[in-house]
């Protein structure tokens, strides 16, 4: 028994519970908080030595090479044909026949539709009855004239042989009034027969326009006409008809972004596709440029217009496009994948220090790769290489870019060097 107590006193001793020298007792929450932390800081070096030790960083790259490069600017828009004329109707009446329908070739002066001309005509009629009127009412005045003046004539003689003495002086006066009249009024029955013909002209006009002809050759995209509609002439008549002219020439008006407008010249070349065939490209051309500009949800595009041949007319109005317009083409050039310009090198944690416990629990921020001060000019980057494992960074000269591949100017860096572009975790 008394070896039994002397035991539970020195355990008691060296864990602080028993009674010490000075007669002062430690508490448990004391002991028990010491206990919890010396646990939490051996399970977190255990677990950092894990992390540092179960996973590392690789790095992918790809070779610089030498080829050509074609930069291009895409853009979308609509197939237009070269000339869209829309075919109306002048004259207000009923339509009695429509001779063409939806994609009916025409020429010009082919009859389109025909308006009931049954007024018309009788208009036309009645003014050429006003017309014969008025001529002969030209030689009916004539006629007079000839009367008035043989009359004066007879006067004169009389009076002549008379020794002026018959006949009067105011019967000639009324003689001589009488031809004036007379000629008076057959230049007024000349302008009515002026004015009978320009009524007459007015008529047979619109009894020409009754018929509704084709004023290009092309085709017939939109018939809207049919037999007994009545068609209102006014400021606005509504279209009948829309034509378009030899769709075998087309245009496509693309909306080209401002930020890639100064790129754009006549005479650049394009391809494009449409969703109605989807496995074929096909060629255009610039034609036009234009200034105008249109905001459209804040973004500011410029129309662009390209010519498209049609041989088969398999392209249509209204298909919407992708067009990809090449605007420069680079030979022989060193190209850098555009990946490694987008690539930036991860941040390491600095090597612990095993020295102290503080230096374990608080360690030092992270810091990256040592990265060169950055380049002045918009032209300018850097590319990284690896050296050794380690990160290179490598200043270069860029040019042109079709997003996937980057024009390199200058010597700063040669075909075939790795350069790197992105990272991969691994798993040890």
């Known amino acids: 028994m008394q070896a039994n107590s002397n035991e539970e006193s020195d355990v008691a001793k060296t864990l602080g519970t028993g009674e010490s020298s000075g007669n002062t007792k430690v508490p448990k929450r004391w002991l028990i908080a010491v206990i919890l932390v010396l646990a939490a800081v051996v399970m977190a070096l255990v677990f950092r030595k894990a992390s540092n030790s179960s996973s590392a960083v690789r790095y992918k790259t790809q070779e610089v090479q030498r080829g050509d490069l074609t930069v291009i600017v895409t853009a979308t828009g609509t197939l237009e044909p070269t000339n869209q004329v829309d075919v109306s109707s002048e004259l207000s009446g009923i339509i009695k026949t429509v001779e063409v ?15 009931d001309t049954s007024k018309l005509e009788a208009q036309v009629t009645q003014y050429e009855a006003a017309l014969a009127s008025a001529k002969s009412k030209i030689l009916q005045t004539q006629a007079t004239v000839k009367e008035t003046r043989s009359k004066l004539a007879q006067l004169r003689r009389v009076k002549e042989l008379s020794g002026n003495k018959v006949p009067s002086q105011t019967e000639i006066d009324a003689a001589e009034a009488a031809l004036e009249r007379a000629l008076s009024d057959v230049d007024s029955a000349k302008a009515g027969v002026s004015q009978s013909q320009a009524t007459l002209d007015v008529y047979l006009t619109d009894l020409s326009k009754a018929v509704i002809r084709s004023p290009v050759n092309g085709i017939v995209l939109t018939c809207s006409a049919e037999p007994g509609q009545t068609v209102a002439a006014s400021l606005d008549p509504p279209v009948l008809f829309t034509m378009a002219e030899d769709l075998t020439k087309m245009e496509l008006i693309v909306d080209v972004d401002e930020a890639d407008v100064g790129n754009i010249q006549e005479g650049q070349t394009a391809t494009f596709t449409v969703a109605a065939y989807p496995n074929r490209t096909f060629e255009a051309r610039i034609i036009q440029a234009r200034y105008g500009a249109s905001t459209t949800s804040g973004v500011v595009t410029y129309e662009t217009v390209l010519k498209v041949d049609n ?91 079709n997003g996937g591949m980057t024009e390199v100017l200058g010597s700063e860096i040669q075909p075939g060097t790795a350069v790197v572009v992105d990272t991969i975790s691994s798993v040890d």
């Open 101 to 115: 329908d939806y994609n009916s070739k025409v020429k010009v002066g082919q009859t389109l539709a025909i308006l």
């Open 311 to 401: 041989p088969d007319l398999s392209l249509r109005p209204g298909m919407t496009a992708t067009a990809d317009i090449i605007v420069k083409k680079i030979e022989n050039a060193v190209l850098i994948p555009s990946a490694a310009f987008r690539f930036a090198p991860p941040t390491q944690e600095e090597e612990k220090s095993s020295t102290g416990l503080l230096d374990a629990l608080l360690p030092r921020p992270p810091s990256g790769a040592q990265q060169p001060a950055d380049i002045a000019g918009k032209k300018q980057q850097r590319v990284w290489t690896l050296q050794d494992g380690q990160l290179l960074a490598v200043p270069v000269t860029i040019g042109s870019t």
